[in-house]
């Protein structure tokens, strides 16, 4: 034979040997049966080449040797080693993972889960809903977005439920209330991010209607966030982006006693708006300083306690414009909070005692309108959850709120005089309040399908507050293993948090009734809501006009399905019929949409890359049109005169692409994720406010952002 031939068998040989190496497949599973995502699988002899499973737990690992053994861990479970030896290589292995045997006993464990955690609408994780959803970028308060209950319409993190203004839902965090829980810099074409690193995050609940009265001062939602409770590993985290340098530090200080979690991140504008100055005209530069410390410990084996403190300094200036006037908008602000937290358990409950300071100081400046404003408020809650009997639990206690905001203004005479040599009037301005309530919640469960549960809460008068008490129950049937309902209602109060336009707590009010319906299998997920609420009570619609009541019936859809393995496709849908009162006569409310749809595919594969393309639309929303105009000589501006009719203008409809990516990258015990995400993909112009030319003879728009760029790295060392 000659060597040709010898090299062509040799070539044809070469593949079939190629695909005769032997391989191993199998899936990962809980006790609980369930499967384990992103598990790590690898060979003892060759740890870099090794895994992680898919959603539905499986794997495939090529072997080098039979003599080999295979090893399979999971953060919270016991790593299991399996000699390859013991195993039929030519057949699925079904790995089933134990819980660490170090857990806390079983009361304790359920007393960290809220006693109402069976009536959030959606139980987030932070591994699967934010971490490996692209749309999340990695934000707990924005991984919210892409449900149908998220009536957000402004592009920022600041949580909107079922057609509620943002403050009325109250984000919490360790039992603790978190006030503007956002940030003020805009940043990555996305508005506004949430103050909080997922990396310290364990549960997130949703509760887009009918919040649990173990919490008060909230006549919308509830977004109730919890930190860790333990720490698995050690970690160094350093991340890189175009607007960003960061590291985080989780360390433990005491094996499975106490640990502790430190961070901070340095966001700057030069490069990010650099490069695409044109797609952010208004913004000029940015600047956010912020830092965080997290400490968890156990006390003995019948107590334990979190301290969380946060602190954030930020700077924006940019472009801003109000009627005729255009000029440059500058803010900053300095803000630092605590949430403490001391639980002691027993056989038959969990006492808790949680506290929380915010100070906030905050400056603003635009055209002869500047804003000095302090805020201070202090948070306590005394809290005992009972074990009542195997299959009812109670929670009783009494929280007190203090809220206290000083203004010192410079207000224009003529509101709509805006440049900075027009006439204005300095005034200091100051207001408190006092929110002291007791509550008591109960859930039973009734037998295997059906859980009863309900709740009172009762204002104790402050100060000639008015008396009131917020009420609620609700009814959860399981149809069978895949299927649920879920109906609710009552009655709940709040607060409006004063600003600039309006300096008061005025006393909201709601009532809510919704019916929810879940249906899930192993590649579908399905969604369905109806809801009505009629809230009451003086809140601002835009900048010039109040309202005291807006009725909201809305529908709901939501389809997830997964399929191919690594692809997800999800449609969110939602009909909203909103009505607002001003002066005895309806309008369309700001959230009157006959579609908010929210559709979005993902391919996660964790041995290549994830990607999410995610389209929102929606029609646009109503605004107060100018009809005319009249000068003033006095001011020197032109006067506009409104429409007789209120909110006959409608912006164009809104419709955003999005794309996300990310890659994420094992190095022995480092790893390394990669992300890029072009937002408003197709550079679509959805317009955000009306302005005027200096008569308001001629209008124009102004935009949300246009096409963007943002990128980064975060490098991950465990040890």
């Not at 709940?492 to 948090?497: D, E, I, N, P």
């Not at 997830?560 to 002066?583: E, P, R, V």
Request: glycine share 6%; aromatic share 16%; proline share 4%.
């Amino acid at each position: 034979m000659t060597y040709r031939g010898i090299f062509i068998l040799y070539a044809l040989l070469l593949p079939v040997s190629s695909f005769a190496q032997p391989v191993i497949r199998g899936k990962v599973k809980s006790q609980m049966g369930d499967a384990l995502f992103a598990a790590n699988v690898y060979l003892k002899s060759a740890p870099q080449k090794g895994t992680t499973t898919n959603f539905d737990g499986e794997f495939e690992v090529k072997l080098t040797s039979e003599n080999d053994t295979l090893l399979v861990s999971y953060i919270g479970y016991k790593t299991k080693r399996i000699p390859l030896r013991s195993v039929n290589l030519k057949e699925e292995i079904i790995v089933v993972l134990q819980e660490n045997s170090r857990a806390m006993a079983k009361v304790v464990i359920t007393a960290k889960d809220p006693v109402s955690e069976q009536f959030s609408v959606v139980k987030m994780s932070m591994l699967k809903d934010v971490y490996l959803n692209p749309v999340a970028q990695g934000d707990p308060l924005k991984a919210i977005t892409v449900l149908p209950a998220s009536t957000t319409i402004n592009e920022t993190a600041n949580p909107s439920l079922r057609g509620s203004a943002a403050d009325r839902t109250r984000v919490v965090l360790n039992g603790v209330p978190i006030y503007k829980p956002v940030r003020a810099s805009q940043l990555n074409n996305q508005g506004f991010f949430s103050l909080f690193n997922a990396e310290l995050i364990d549960k997130q609940y949703v509760y887009a209607s009918n919040p649990p009265l173990t919490y008060g001062n909230t006549s919308a939602g509830l977004v109730e966030i919890q930190t860790l409770q333990q720490l698995y590993k050690n970690q160094l985290q350093l991340s890189a982006s175009l607007a960003s340098l960061g590291f985080l530090v989780s360390q433990k200080i005491k094996k499975d006693v106490a640990f502790v979690q430190v961070y901070g991140n340095n966001q700057f504008s030069e490069a990010f708006v650099g490069i695409q100055k044109e797609k952010l005209p208004d913004i000029n530069k940015f600047n956010t300083r912020d830092a965080g410390i997290n400490f968890h410990s156990r006390i003995g084996q019948k107590a334990e306690f979190n301290s969380y403190t946060y602190f954030i300094d930020e700077n924006f200036n940019g472009t801003n414009e109000q009627f005729t006037y255009r000029g440059e908008v500058a803010t900053d602000k300095r803000r630092i909070f605590t949430v403490n937290n001391l639980k002691f358990f027993t056989a038959k409950g969990v006492l808790s005692i949680n506290s929380g300071v915010n100070s906030a100081r905050q400056h603003f400046s635009f055209g002869n309108i500047y804003s000095d404003q302090k805020t201070r408020q202090v948070f306590t809650s005394v809290n005992y959850k009972w074990f009542l009997l195997p299959n009812t639990d109670w929670q009783f206690g009494i929280t007190h709120e203090y809220h206290s905001l000083a203004f010192n203004d410079s207000i224009p005479v003529y509101y709509y005089a805006l440049a900075p040599d027009s006439p204005n009037e300095y005034l200091f301005s100051s207001a408190h309040n006092h929110i002291l309530e007791m509550y008591f919640y109960s859930n039973w469960d009734i037998n295997e399908k059906l859980t009863f549960s309900s709740g009172l809460r009762s204002n104790i008068p402050v100060e000639n507050q008015q008396h009131h008490i917020s009420w609620q129950t609700g009814l959860k049937y399981h149809l069978n293993s895949a299927q649920s309902l879920l109906l609710s209602g009552g009655k709940y109060h709040s607060y409006a948090v004063p600003s600039y336009f309006s300096k008061k707590y005025s006393l909201l009010s709601s009532y809510q009734i919704a019916l929810d319906y879940a249906y899930e299998i192993k590649n579908i997920i399905l969604k369905a809501a109806t809801y009505f609420k009629k809230e009451t009570g003086e809140q601002s619609v835009d900048t010039y006009f109040f309202t005291d009541k807006i009725n909201t019936f809305g529908l709901e859809l939501f389809v997830a399905y997964n399929f191919y393995k690594y692809c997800k496709l999800t449609l969110a849908n939602s009909f909203i019929d909103q009505k607002l009162t001003i002066d005895g006569s309806d309008y369309p409310g700001p959230k009157d949409f006959h579609y908010f749809l929210k559709t979005t595919f993902q391919y996660n594969n964790p041995a290549l890359f994830s990607e999410a393309l995610t389209y929102t639309g929606r029609p646009g929303t109503y605004y107060n049109e100018i009809t005319g105009s009249s000068f003033d000589n006095q001011s020197g501006f032109f006067q506009p005169v409104f429409a007789d009719e209120l909110f006959t203008g409608q912006y164009s409809h809104y419709n955003r692409i999005d794309l996300s990516l990310s890659k994420f990258i094992r190095i022995k015990k480092n790893a390394v994720i990669a992300y890029l995400s072009v937002n408003n993909l197709f550079d679509m112009p959805n317009q955000k406010q009306v302005q005027y030319n200096a008569d308001y003879s001629v209008k124009h728009f102004d935009y949300y952002q246009f096409r963007t760029i943002y990128f980064g790295a975060v490098w991950q060392l465990n040890y």
